[in-house]
């Protein structure tokens, strides 16, 4: 009979509510950093590896 | 209307809108520098394709890693589409993912592939994506991504003559990996996706915990085998039914006559071995 830290651990309940915290304070985190401009930025300038010249 | 066909106007349409910045064929060849860049798809499509409009994921991350910083932004963003949908992008939006669907129904006798390969893009990530970058300051996957090289590399030098001038072993290296690539993809459903997407193989980890996932009625079940025949990726959804290498292309739920098989939001209960819908 598994314990009740199991069934926790097992709930997707749980591993759902954990991941979507996780990753949305990433998400406001990363946007606090200004991580947006550097991907704008980063993206707007040819990308000489992509396209396998540098 | 077929589950299929709505899938491959959603692939037509993953394949044109992020990339319809087509103003870049008419004016002089300036890639679009607006506020959409920030936007972080959670697809294959690089930002060197000189339509696109958004910004890949995994030469982000890179880029992060060369600056010697987290990439919390998109690392977030990657992980609440995850837990959503898991790979749901892969077999529906990816750009990258239609066109090998698309190279696959070129006929030739078709290969199976092991399962050992699948691995290999768990280390691409770790490797090319993770660890490489920040040691050595460059970006490793995207030397060699094939979407980059198929959608960024060839329109790129072709609109852009100097670039020719400066083209080395890097680019007939990219090449030859972009041209095996497509030839594999013709002999084998799906054959990037399988072994080295890096995209696929972080979305994948999320399959088992998704809000939206596969769920299998084994008292339907009459174990045809149906769905395991029609998966573009291997997979036999009677074993391992949200398994990391899934698509979520729901041509198994598709050709399923017994209802044994649906694509639904779930997120009580447990997560069994095998799920089971009574």
Not at chain 2, 122 to 129: E, G, K, T, W
Not at chain 2, 144 to 157: H, K, N, Y
Not at chain 2, 158 to 167: H, T
Not at chain 2, 174 to 179: L, N, R, S
């Amino acid at each position: 009979m598994p314990d009740n830290s199991e069934l926790l651990f097992k709930n997707r309940f749980f591993k759902v509510l954990f991941v979507y915290a996780i990753s949305i304070s990433f998400v406001v985190t990363g946007i606090y950093w200004e991580d947006i401009s550097e991907v704008i930025v980063n993206g707007s300038i040819l990308c000489l590896s992509c396209i396998g010249i540098g | 209307m077929n589950v299929s066909i709505w899938r491959r106007i959603v692939q037509v349409l993953g394949l044109i809108l992020p990339n319809s910045y087509f103003q870049v064929f008419i004016k002089d060849g300036s890639l679009y520098q607006g506020n959409l860049k920030g936007v972080v798809l959670p697809i294959l499509n690089c930002y060197s394709t000189p339509s696109a409009y958004a910004s890949c994921p995994m030469g982000s991350m890179q880029h992060f890693f060369v600056i010697q910083a987290f990439p919390a932004y998109v690392l977030g963003i990657l992980g609440v589409v995850g837990i959503t949908i898991g790979r749901l992008t892969c077999g529906w939006i990816c750009p990258f993912g239609f066109i090998q669907d698309l190279l696959h129904k070129i006929p030739t006798p078709k290969i199976k592939l092991h399962k050992f390969f699948s691995y290999i893009k768990y280390a691409v990530l770790v490797f090319m994506v993770f660890l490489l970058p920040v040691l050595f300051e460059e970006t490793f996957f995207c030397k060699f991504c094939p979407a980059g090289g198929l959608t960024g590399g060839i329109p790129q030098v072709l609109m852009n003559p100097p670039l020719r001038e400066i083209l080395g072993w890097l680019y007939i290296q990219k090449m030859i990996v972009t041209g095996l690539i497509v030839v594999f993809s013709i002999l084998i459903s799906r054959f990037f996706c399988r072994t080295f997407c890096p995209l696929g193989a972080l979305l994948g980890l999320f399959n088992s915990s998704s809000i939206f996932h596969l769920q299998l009625n084994k008292i339907k079940c009459v174990n045809c085998k149906k769905c395991s025949k029609v998966c573009p990726v291997g997979i036999d959804p009677l074993v391992n039914t949200n398994s990391p290498e899934c698509i979520r292309c729901l041509e198994c739920v598709n050709v399923c006559k017994f209802d044994a098989l649906k694509f639904k939001q779930g997120v009580k209960g447990k997560v069994l071995k095998q799920e089971v819908q009574i």
